[in-house]
């Protein structure tokens, strides 16, 4: 049942906003409409790569509308908006194409830095990680610790009033543009592994730091290897208590564990779906027959899954609490992205080639078809990553049927 607050009405499996939720959204329309520049939108709406400096472009318009970390507190930059609002900004920006920012400084270490940093720490990262003026990338996964981070064999042994740091981490995305690295570190060996964890935040241009390329089948960099000999952090560069990381590292999640339904996401690809089946249509293809019946399933699965994100949204923001519903989002969202995918791959076939023009062939597709097929297998990861869905499975298992 919704909360009284009344935040989001159902009628049946649709939902009606507020007058001051539809407002909320309309400033946000007419605030992309006339500011997000149109050529990192096209390069969104076309699958394509958005730059470093793009991206830095887009978060200091934000910033200086005060929208660039909604789920900051606002006594640090935040906005103050609650979930509700949050999913309907999120929603908005996927209309628009704009790129999302940089979830390693909005979503993690900046939050992280928030709840255990020092004034100073706050006071020196938190404006730059706004702005930014400073990226950071995650150095959690390494060759024999991925799901398994409690693993991490990454040293930090104590030389004066500095850590060295020796060992290596992988699949760390973005490192070769990142300015610093907020890196889960082994400071003790004679506990329990989660308890001989540290949080360190330190400059990749650090002496001793080696930034090596990872590549997708596809031949773009996705990842990277990055290697630590003998680098030298200050103490002061740590988050939180010494030998206390693992609490740092677990407390990103926060309320970013109800953001999991890739709502937006599944509407930028359902309206993809739509466009896609339209251009076919005026091309004379007679095969689709039953194209327009599986869009309107999607559509219906996508109508549920937003109803029962801003149900679950409202009684989080009303003082409810939550269970098992994240990994039910979770699950059914990532699950309809490639079923989405799906659709889409089968209905432009063979125009999906090549692959990308930027290998060197000449497309005859539109520029959004070019990049379905690489779309397609980068959602594959969407089952896997964030907790793969018999992660899920087992909790729903667990926290609702008891098993």
């Given at each position: 049942?919704?909360?009284?607050?009344?935040?989001?009405?159902?009628?049946?499996?649709?939902?009606?906003?507020?007058?001051?939720?539809?407002?909320?959204?309309?400033?946000?329309?007419?605030?992309?409409?006339?500011?997000?520049?149109?050529?990192?939108?096209?390069?969104?709406?076309?699958?394509?790569?958005?730059?470093?400096?793009?991206?830095?472009?887009?978060?200091?318009?934000?910033?200086?509308?005060?929208?660039?970390?909604?789920?900051?507190?606002?006594?640090?930059?935040?906005?103050?908006?609650?979930?509700?609002?949050?999913?309907?900004?999120?929603?908005?920006?996927?209309?628009?194409?704009?790129?999302?920012?940089?979830?390693?400084?909005?979503?993690?270490?900046?939050?992280?830095?928030?709840?255990?940093?020092?004034?100073?720490?706050?006071?020196?990262?938190?404006?730059?990680?706004?702005?930014?003026?400073?990226?950071?990338?995650?150095?959690?996964?390494?060759?024999?610790?991925?799901?398994?981070?409690?693993?991490?064999?990454?040293?930090?042994?104590?030389?004066?009033?500095?850590?060295?740091?020796?060992?290596?981490?992988?699949?760390?995305?973005?490192?070769?543009?990142?300015?610093?690295?907020?890196?889960?570190?082994?400071?003790?060996?004679?506990?329990?592994?989660?308890?001989?964890?540290?949080?360190?935040?330190?400059?990749?241009?650090?002496?001793?730091?080696?930034?090596?390329?990872?590549?997708?089948?596809?031949?773009?960099?996705?990842?990277?290897?990055?290697?630590?000999?003998?680098?030298?952090?200050?103490?002061?560069?740590?988050?939180?208590?010494?030998?206390?990381?693992?609490?740092?590292?677990?407390?990103?999640?926060?309320?970013?564990?109800?953001?999991?339904?890739?709502?937006?996401?599944?509407?930028?690809?359902?309206?993809?779906?739509?466009?896609?089946?339209?251009?076919?249509?005026?091309?004379?293809?007679?095969?689709?027959?039953?194209?327009?019946?599986?869009?309107?399933?999607?559509?219906?699965?996508?109508?549920?899954?937003?109803?029962?994100?801003?149900?679950?949204?409202?009684?989080?923001?009303?003082?409810?609490?939550?269970?098992?519903?994240?990994?039910m989002l979770k699950l059914k969202g990532s699950e309809l992205v490639q079923a989405q995918d799906e659709a889409l791959f089968a209905m432009i076939d063979y125009l999906v080639l090549p692959l990308d023009s930027a290998t060197g062939g000449e497309s005859v597709t539109p520029a959004w078809a070019e990049f379905i097929a690489s779309g397609r297998y980068h959602h594959r990861g969407f089952t896997i990553a964030g907790g793969s869905s018999e992660v899920q499975h087992n909790i729903i298992a667990k926290q609702v049927l008891g098993l």
């Amino acid at each position: 049942m919704m909360d009284p607050v009344g935040f989001v009405r159902e009628v049946g499996m649709r939902f009606q906003f507020s007058a001051e939720q539809l407002a909320f959204q309309q400033q946000v329309e007419g605030f992309l409409s006339d500011n997000l520049p149109a050529t990192t939108a096209a390069k969104v709406r076309n699958g394509g790569s958005v730059s470093k400096d793009e991206l830095t472009e887009w978060t200091r318009i934000l910033n200086a509308q005060g929208w660039a970390a909604p789920n900051w507190p606002v006594e640090y930059g935040g906005t103050g908006w609650n979930l509700t609002y949050r999913h309907i900004f999120d929603v908005v920006c996927r209309k628009f194409h704009a790129p999302a920012l940089s979830g390693f400084g909005f979503n993690m270490v900046g939050p992280a830095i928030i709840k255990y940093g020092s004034e100073a720490q706050k006071a020196e990262f938190l404006p730059k990680i706004r702005n930014a003026d400073l990226w950071f990338c995650q150095g959690y996964s390494e060759p024999q610790a991925g799901s398994d981070l409690a693993s991490v064999r990454t040293r930090a042994d104590r030389d004066g009033d500095h850590y060295l740091i020796n060992g290596s981490k992988i699949w760390t995305s973005g490192a070769e543009i990142a300015d610093w690295i907020f890196c889960l570190v082994r400071t003790n060996s004679d506990v329990q592994q989660q308890k001989g964890i540290s949080f360190l935040l330190f400059d990749m241009t650090s002496p001793g730091v080696t930034v090596k390329p990872l590549f997708a089948f596809n031949g773009k960099r996705l990842w990277n290897q990055v290697f630590f000999e003998d680098v030298r952090v200050p103490l002061s560069q740590r988050l939180g208590d010494e030998d206390r990381g693992w609490t740092v590292a677990k407390s990103l999640l926060g309320d970013e564990r109800l953001m999991v339904s890739r709502v937006a996401e599944n509407r930028r690809i359902l309206a993809n779906l739509r466009e896609t089946l339209e251009y076919e249509l005026q091309r004379g293809v007679s095969s689709l027959d039953e194209m327009p019946k599986t869009i309107n399933e999607l559509d219906i699965r996508l109508q549920a899954l937003e109803a029962t994100s801003l149900r679950i949204l409202t009684a989080f923001d009303s003082g409810g609490d939550v269970g098992a519903e994240p990994s039910m989002l979770k699950l059914k969202g990532s699950e309809l992205v490639q079923a989405q995918d799906e659709a889409l791959f089968a209905m432009i076939d063979y125009l999906v080639l090549p692959l990308d023009s930027a290998t060197g062939g000449e497309s005859v597709t539109p520029a959004w078809a070019e990049f379905i097929a690489s779309g397609r297998y980068h959602h594959r990861g969407f089952t896997i990553a964030g907790g793969s869905s018999e992660v899920q499975h087992n909790i729903i298992a667990k926290q609702v049927l008891g098993l």
